[in-house]
């Protein structure tokens, strides 16, 4: 006899106002960046702006590992870090792909600070350089860094609401309500041996053979961020000269060259990642910028922390249902980071458990079973739908003629082959019903409750191993 199961399942809206738990004083988004203080060894950059040198370029991929340090009182200040930690790995992958550079999840855990008796607070905020550097050699020492990552250390309590990074390195630290903004690109980038791009030194000419020309060398040597001064002001802990509305510059500032000519500074200057008018961060970092870190990756300094680009079509979190001795399913799913444009596409394997990356042998069509934004808020949604393959748009201009659709699960104990939906025409288990077969094709079409209209229905669904499962579904407007 074959096994009939019968789920209840309601599905409701609700709506959670965001809630937000941290202290004042955290709004001034000041960044500390602890630099070597080194001069570029000769050969090492070429002060490239050009995309075309990036053609036929190999992808660097990072790994990233998130630390929330918890406060000693045992409260959860800021429940969301798991998240936010996501959504930083989203951001970094947004800002950086379209120049060959990834950025994989390697998970979030929560460690406690120690107990600190000769700080004044007791125990790890990072209000100075200092102590960031007392925790992250208490981290290392304690297991709390992954050697093969950049870590991300998110604290809280301290008096400010930025983040501290040394250049170039594998640590950073940000204050745990800004993690999932742009500060954590900002910090990273910093990692990545990007300084900011005021100067006090570096002169507005972008000519060089013009004799006060010194981009290469000075302030954070990169030509094609124009040279400034700076936007933000410590006196006042804000930005000045610039309008909030649109983030346009305003000033007249002279640099301190014999010639003193005056700073051209566009919006795009103010809004690039690595300025300084916080606020007005984007998602906007110049080509030049990108090269450097490239040339970076090239000399080794990063090869502990970089893994590879079949990294990214394997899931951070969630399993495969691979048997159905495992039981349900619905138990099983796994999961990819947020900030790729994935398209789940129909594939042909024997493939219970999904196919080797580099194995192309597969067969796949166009029709597509999941598309999912890299702006995708919902991060569980992004999962990897039976009988489909994962293709991620990479944006490279290093792999542009690569087959990037890998991966076929095409497990058949997973697929139901057929099945119908009963709508309760009077909204009650009664036996006023209508009754719609699907086919194969419809049955496990992603959006088959979703394109339900409001009403209470059976969802029966016949597995190729003979198991059926009965979903009773209420769905509500
Ligand atoms: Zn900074």
Same mark, same amino acid.
């Given at each position: 006899?074959?096994?009939?199961?019968?789920?209840?399942?309601?599905?409701?809206?609700?709506?959670?106002?965001?809630?937000?738990?941290?202290?004042?004083?955290?709004?001034?988004?000041?960044?500390?960046?602890?630099?070597?203080?080194?001069?570029?060894?000769?050969?090492?950059?070429?002060?490239?702006?050009?995309?075309?040198?990036?053609?036929?370029?190999?992808?660097?991929?990072?790994?990233?590992?998130?630390?929330?340090?918890?406060?000693?009182?045992?409260?959860?200040?800021?429940?969301?870090?798991?998240?936010?930690?996501?959504?930083?790995?989203?951001?970094?992958?947004?800002?950086?792909?379209?120049?060959?550079?990834?950025?994989?999840?390697?998970?979030?855990?929560?460690?406690?600070?120690?107990?600190?008796?000769?700080?004044?607070?007791?125990?790890?905020?990072?209000?100075?350089?200092?102590?960031?550097?007392?925790?992250?050699?208490?981290?290392?020492?304690?297991?709390?860094?992954?050697?093969?990552?950049?870590?991300?250390?998110?604290?809280?309590?301290?008096?400010?609401?930025?983040?501290?990074?040394?250049?170039?390195?594998?640590?950073?630290?940000?204050?745990?309500?800004?993690?999932?903004?742009?500060?954590?690109?900002?910090?990273?980038?910093?990692?990545?041996?990007?300084?900011?791009?005021?100067?006090?030194?570096?002169?507005?000419?972008?000519?060089?053979?013009?004799?006060?020309?010194?981009?290469?060398?000075?302030?954070?040597?990169?030509?094609?961020?124009?040279?400034?001064?700076? =936007?933000?002001?410590?006196? *006042?802990? $804000?930005? +000045?000269?610039? &309008?909030?509305? #649109?983030?346009?510059?305003?000033? %007249?500032?002279?640099?301190?060259?014999?010639?003193?000519?005056?700073?051209?500074?566009?919006?795009?200057?103010?809004?690039?990642?690595?300025?300084?008018?916080?606020?007005?961060?984007?998602?906007?970092?110049?080509?030049?910028?990108?090269?450097?870190?490239?040339?970076?990756?090239?000399?080794?300094?990063?090869?502990?922390?970089?893994?590879?680009?079949?990294?990214?079509?394997?899931?951070?979190?969630?399993?495969?249902?691979?048997?159905?001795?495992?039981?349900?399913?619905?138990?099983?799913?796994?999961?990819?980071?947020?900030?790729?444009?994935?398209? =789940?596409?129909?594939?042909? *394997?024997? $493939?219970? +458990?999904?196919? &080797?990356?580099? #194995?192309?042998?597969?067969?796949? %069509?166009?029709?597509?079973?999941?598309?999912?934004?890299?702006?995708?808020?919902?991060?569980?949604?992004?999962?990897?739908?039976?009988?489909?393959?994962?293709?991620?748009?990479?944006?490279?201009?290093?792999?542009?003629?690569?087959?990037?659709?890998?991966?076929?699960?095409?497990?058949?104990?997973?697929?139901?082959?057929?099945?119908?939906?009963?709508?309760?025409?009077?909204?009650?288990?009664?036996?006023?019903?209508?009754?719609?077969?699907?086919?194969?094709?419809?049955?496990?079409?992603?959006?088959?409750?979703?394109?339900?209209?409001?009403?209470?229905?059976?969802?029966?669904?016949?597995?190729?191993?003979?198991?059926?499962?009965?979903?009773?579904?209420?769905?509500?407007?």
């Amino acid at each position: 006899m074959k096994p009939t199961k019968l789920f209840f399942r309601l599905l409701f809206c609700t709506f959670i106002g965001n809630v937000f738990f941290m202290n004042a004083q955290q709004t001034n988004p000041e960044c500390v960046v602890i630099e070597n203080n080194q001069t570029d060894p000769v050969g090492t950059f070429s002060y490239s702006t050009d995309m075309e040198t990036l053609n036929n370029c190999d992808p660097i991929v990072f790994n990233v590992k998130f630390w929330g340090i918890k406060h000693p009182d045992g409260n959860v200040y800021f429940p969301n870090r798991y998240h936010d930690a996501l959504q930083s790995i989203a951001n970094l992958n947004i800002l950086y792909n379209k120049f060959g550079i990834y950025f994989k999840f390697r998970g979030y855990d929560d460690i406690q600070s120690p107990a600190l008796p000769n700080d004044p607070d007791g125990y790890f905020v990072l209000q100075t350089t200092s102590q960031y550097s007392a925790m992250v050699s208490w981290a290392t020492t304690n297991g709390y860094k992954d050697v093969n990552s950049l870590n991300v250390y998110a604290f809280g309590w301290a008096p400010w609401g930025g983040g501290i990074a040394n250049m170039p390195s594998t640590t950073c630290a940000v204050n745990s309500a800004g993690l999932g903004n742009l500060i954590t690109t900002h910090e990273i980038s910093h990692n990545l041996y990007l300084g900011h791009t005021r100067s006090a030194n570096e002169h507005t000419t972008r000519d060089p053979l013009n004799q006060y020309f010194n981009a290469t060398f000075a302030g954070d040597q990169v030509v094609d961020t124009a040279a400034n001064i700076g =936007f933000y002001h410590s006196s *006042c802990s $804000c930005t +000045l000269y610039i &309008d909030p509305t #649109d983030c346009t510059y305003f000033g %007249t500032e002279t640099d301190n060259s014999p010639d003193h000519k005056e700073y051209e500074i566009y919006h795009i200057d103010v809004i690039n990642i690595m300025g300084d008018a916080y606020g007005c961060s984007e998602q906007s970092l110049t080509t030049g910028q990108a090269i450097r870190v490239r040339e970076k990756v090239d000399t080794g300094f990063y090869d502990a922390v970089l893994t590879d680009i079949a990294s990214l079509y394997e899931p951070y979190d969630g399993e495969y249902f691979y048997s159905s001795s495992q039981g349900s399913p619905s138990n099983y799913k796994p999961l990819f980071q947020p900030g790729f444009d994935y398209r =789940f596409v129909e594939c042909n *394997c024997d $493939c219970p +458990l999904p196919s &080797d990356y580099y #194995d192309t042998s597969f067969s796949y %069509t166009n029709n597509t079973l999941l598309t999912i934004s890299k702006y995708e808020t919902d991060y569980s949604i992004i999962t990897h739908p039976n009988h489909s393959a994962i293709h991620i748009d990479l944006l490279s201009p290093c792999i542009a003629s690569g087959q990037n659709t890998r991966r076929c699960y095409d497990n058949y104990n997973r697929r139901p082959k057929d099945g119908s939906i009963t709508l309760f025409n009077d909204g009650v288990l009664n036996g006023n019903v209508t009754v719609t077969q699907k086919d194969s094709l419809g049955i496990n079409q992603p959006t088959l409750i979703e394109d339900l209209n409001p009403g209470l229905y059976k969802v029966e669904k016949n597995y190729e191993d003979g198991e059926i499962e009965q979903d009773i579904i209420f769905k509500g407007n």
